[in-house]
């Protein structure tokens, strides 16, 4: 094999300290996003992993975005596996290529619970398997966010969190569920269980976001809520959240969104 040696020289385009003011501003911002939206975030073996919303968030921040360049099914074991590529937008040119997969042998894209309702009460029933379309967009969500983690990884890191996206890291076991003391003014009273845990106000606004953004309609987005077993997103659990949002995120473009980006501005289109 033949190898060429690169003659040329490696040069800087811009001033070190340009680049790194302009990243600690970055890191700077997004270290008071999170103090707001803590679960843009998710703490995994003690350190802190931003979700894909956020690497996409600190992206637009640098004209970056992602897509999806090829997915695959998998045979051995049953899955599928996505390549995804980051792009600075103005310019079109690619800045980062990262893959996923997202196979059965993981327990928990193998067999989930099985909700219900009845009487008004979301209930589990049992157990089904996790489809395969679920499959092959957890593989899309998490080949896009190492894209966008190998182009922009650094900043995220600047501001004191992990490069590695949550949905790249492997499920930890549940944890024993937290309880709430109750005032001690009668020596009645016992412990009783955390029962808030469903998502925020601000949740619910920010899926209805993406999927507006994503040109999906009411009857689209009930679906994906239905695949979950929701009927209303005030009942989403917060251990339900970033499925739902990363299932609406990776939705087909509807075609009205099929527009050219090279002319658009990220931060200008978020403030639309």
Same mark, same amino acid.
């Given at each position: 094999?033949? %190898? ?22 970055? !890191?700077?911002?997004?270290? +008071? *996003? ?5 679960? *843009? ?26 897509? %999806?360049?090829?997915? +695959? ?21 690619? %800045? ?14 193998? %067999? &989930? ?17 996790v489809t395969s379309h679920q499959r092959r967009s957890m ?7 190492? !894209? ?7 900043? *995220?890191? *600047? ?83 970033? +499925? ?12 009205? =969104? ?5 002319? =658009? ?6 403030? &639309?």
């Amino acid at each position: 094999m033949e %190898i060429t040696q690169y003659s040329g020289d490696v040069s800087m385009a811009r001033h070190p300290e340009t680049v790194l003011a302009e990243a600690s501003l970055v !890191a700077k911002s997004v270290d +008071r *996003l999170v103090k707001n939206r803590p679960d *843009l975030i998710q703490v995994i073996g003690g350190r802190k992993h931003p979700r894909f919303e956020l690497l996409q968030i600190v992206a637009s921040m640098f004209r970056v975005t992602v897509r %999806i360049r090829e997915t +695959r099914p998998l045979h051995d074991p049953d899955g599928w596996e996505a390549v995804a590529e980051a792009y600075h937008v103005p310019s079109g040119q690619v %800045i980062a290529v990262g893959d996923g997969m997202c196979t059965r042998d993981e327990p928990t894209w193998d %067999i &989930r619970p099985k909700y219900q309702w009845i009487n008004g009460k979301r209930e589990k029933i049992g157990e089904e398997p996790v489809t395969s379309h679920q499959r092959r967009s957890m593989a899309q969500t998490r080949a896009c966010s190492k !894209a966008l983690r190998l182009a922009l990884g650094w900043v *995220l890191g *600047l501001a004191g969190y992990e490069a590695t996206a949550a949905e790249e890291m492997p499920d930890e076991p549940a944890a024993a569920p937290q309880v709430r003391r109750k005032s001690q003014r009668s020596q009645h009273q016992q412990t009783e269980p955390e029962t808030t845990d469903t998502i925020s106000a601000y949740q619910q606004k920010m899926l209805w976001a993406a999927a507006r953004g994503r040109g999906l309609t009411d009857a689209q987005v009930a679906e994906i809520l239905e695949v979950h077993g929701y009927k209303k997103t005030a009942d989403i659990r917060q251990s339900d959240y970033d +499925r739902i949002m990363q299932a609406i995120t990776t939705a087909p473009l509807a075609e009205k =969104e099929q527009f050219d980006l090279a002319g =658009e501005d990220p931060m200008e289109e978020a403030r &639309r």
